[in-house]
């Protein structure tokens, strides 16, 4: 069964600081992951897109890792500012169709002063 | 201003009553999609459409009909027959390659 598994479910840390969350898949044949960033209420927001042969991308001050091999992702945000607390969601496409995408759960992140 | 435009940010439904849900972009994207999502799960596929005139039922279309009558809209009809209508209502859209997909601020639907 295809799925798409993040961790934390929640994570809270000090504004300044950096943090990394994580995303496992088992999605087969694999075509490109995604991680989207929804505010409260509001639609997700694209950060990055990595196809099989790509192991980092970033965007800003998120950094995204790919290992196709153990199938684990991880989305790294340095010094966090309060605009950052946001759900972080992990998608996995099995095809080049938009139709096939799964989606993690999210990770809540909650940045404080 | 490019992007897409869902209405109305919050909707009431009453037992037995049908509602429909407003999606719009300007960005000529050709495909357009509709998600469900629920506390704690991830996004679920309604319905999509790659094209103008016609659409495909995604992983969880029963109680729920769409339309693609202008490459610029479709709509979201909420029937009375989902039982359990409650959610965020996202919708998307992206275009040639599909790799970006672009979403909307988002439906509360509510029922009374």
């Known amino acids: 069964k295809n799925q798409v598994e993040q961790s934390p479910q929640s994570l809270i840390i000090l504004e300044g600081k950096n943090c990394t969350l994580q995303c496992n898949y088992t999605v087969s044949p694999f075509s490109n992951l995604r991680w989207y960033k929804q505010d409260t209420g509001r639609g997700p927001v694209s950060l990055t897109i990595m196809t099989f042969s790509e192991n980092t991308k970033s965007n800003g001050r998120y950094t995204a890792t790919l290992d196709a091999d153990t199938k684990q992702s991880s989305l790294h945000i340095t010094a966090s500012q309060l605009s950052d607390s946001a759900s972080y969601i992990c998608?996995?496409?099995?095809?080049?169709?938009?139709?096939?995408?799964?989606f993690g759960t999210g990770t809540r992140l909650q940045v404080f002063p | 201003d490019g992007g897409i435009t869902q209405s109305p940010k919050y909707l009431f439904r009453k037992e037995g009553q049908n509602v429909t849900l407003s999606c719009e972009q300007n960005?000529?994207?050709?495909?357009m999609y509709w998600y469900r999502q629920d506390p704690g799960q991830g996004l679920r596929l309604i319905y999509y459409s790659q094209i103008v005139n016609d659409f495909q039922k995604g992983d969880i279309a029963e109680g729920y009909s769409v339309s693609r009558e202008k490459k610029e809209s479709f709509p979201l009809t909420v029937t009375s027959a989902q039982k359990n209508p409650t959610a965020f209502y996202l919708c998307?859209?992206?275009?040639?390659?599909?790799?970006?997909?672009?979403f909307g601020s988002g439906t509360q639907l509510s029922v009374l």
């Open positions: 998608v996995v496409s099995a095809s080049r169709d938009t139709d096939k995408l799964i």
């Open positions: 998307a859209s992206s275009g040639t390659g599909q790799e970006k997909l672009f």
């Open positions: 960005l000529n994207h050709d495909a």
